[in-house]
């Protein structure tokens, strides 16, 4: 089985005004040091053995349901692990 780990971030050219809220919460929370933070998101995907092409597969879930192209980047690992 593989463990497919799925972070999807906003583009850098695409405004955050949920991260700009949060930057600003932080800040008032006296936690001056942050600079910028970004929000995304994180998915683990459990998949079985033997899937051919296991890197085309997880690319095409992410372009066409994970993640919205026009707005957002993927990036994703993959480990092999033990079935339970």
Do not use: W
């Not at 998915?43 to 051919?52: M, P, Q």
């Not at 026009?70 to 480990?79: F, K, L, N, Q």
């Amino acid at each position: 089985m593989y463990k497919v780990k799925v972070f999807v971030t906003l583009k850098e050219s695409v405004l955050d005004p949920q991260g700009t809220a949060v930057k600003g919460s932080l800040h008032r929370m006296e936690y001056n040091e942050v600079q910028d933070v970004r929000i995304g998101k994180y998915l683990e995907l459990t998949i079985e053995e033997g899937v051919e092409n296991l890197d085309k597969r997880v690319a095409e879930m992410c372009e066409k349901l994970l993640s919205n192209p026009v707005i957002e980047d993927y990036r994703y690992e993959v480990e092999e692990v033990v079935a339970q």
